[in-house]
């Protein structure tokens, strides 16, 4: 059952601060799955999740566009130009204390998660269903994700920039270093080949018409030239930023998804 945004704010008011749960040398957000049932089955219920044949997986890192992303694959498949009026959090796999809930979601279901490639529903790679990747500029992520961070209080960071440029790139931060996890997703793209469609965050941004093309044609999803433009339009930065709900909204009231969503914001932050 999906949570109202009051009550959301309450659960979110009583959680104590904790230290960054952490498994195999990676930490992860605070979430109450990994408070209940530590990170380790957290991540063995992720490996042993039962997968459809028909199943998505949204798979990027931090701040490259998963929110984006689901909504461009959600409008492709359901053929619909409507904002999900839920969020991706309630099908992100990490975040789900029972991964037996998602039983109930009708195909096809799309699943996202920040984990590593390792770790994803071992049932979902051996039977080569879909994998849809985003990748963004390093500096862009890190730029935002530093943004993130001084909000997000699952991921209990409070510094400054330079702090924050440090634990990055040492890999030290939630979901562990961006080198790392973009390494494993090429590699698996070799290992696989046919399964990842790996879409990049600047060329959506700069022609979103031509890349929702080519994704509709991955998913095997048979789009006329007009409905990927009416795609395009209703996943644009500024009209999601205008009507989607921002699931962060419960730290802060205004919520820091939908922040800029720039190319190039890197540029004005320097590590001294």
Request: proline share 4%.
């Amino acid at each position: 059952m999906e949570l109202k945004l009051e009550d959301m704010k309450k659960l979110m008011e009583k959680l104590e601060p904790v230290p960054q749960p952490e498994w195999d040398g990676i930490s992860y957000p605070s979430f109450i799955p990994f408070r209940e049932k530590g990170a380790e089955k957290v991540m063995q219920d992720i490996m042993d999740f039962k997968s459809r044949e028909s199943d998505i997986i949204l798979a990027t890192h931090s701040k490259s566009g998963t929110h984006w992303g689901y909504e461009i694959i959600q409008m492709l498949l359901r053929n619909t130009t409507e904002l999900e009026k839920g969020v991706k959090t309630n099908s992100m796999l990490e975040g789900i204390g029972d991964l037996s809930s998602l039983d109930s979601t009708p195909s096809p279901r799309i699943l996202d998660t920040h984990c590593k490639f390792k770790y994803l529903p071992k049932q979902h790679i051996e039977n080569r269903n879909k994998i849809v990747h985003i990748i963004r500029n390093p500096k862009d992520v890190c730029v935002s994700f530093y943004h993130h961070a001084l909000k997000d209080n699952l991921v209990n960071f409070n510094g400054s920039w330079n702090d924050f440029y440090e634990l990055w790139m040492s890999g030290k931060l939630v979901y562990g270093a961006w080198y790392n996890y973009e390494l494993e997703m090429e590699q698996a793209e070799k290992d696989f080949p046919g399964m990842i469609y790996t879409c990049f965050y600047e060329d959506i941004k700069q022609e979103p018409v031509k890349e929702i093309k080519k994704l509709a044609d991955f998913l095997e999803v048979e789009c006329s030239a007009t409905h990927i433009e009416d795609v395009a339009k209703a996943t644009s930065f500024k009209n999601m930023q205008e009507k989607k709900f921002d699931i962060t909204q419960i730290f802060d009231g205004k919520g820091f998804i939908y922040r800029k969503g720039e190319i190039g914001d890197w540029k004005n932050y320097r590590y001294n």
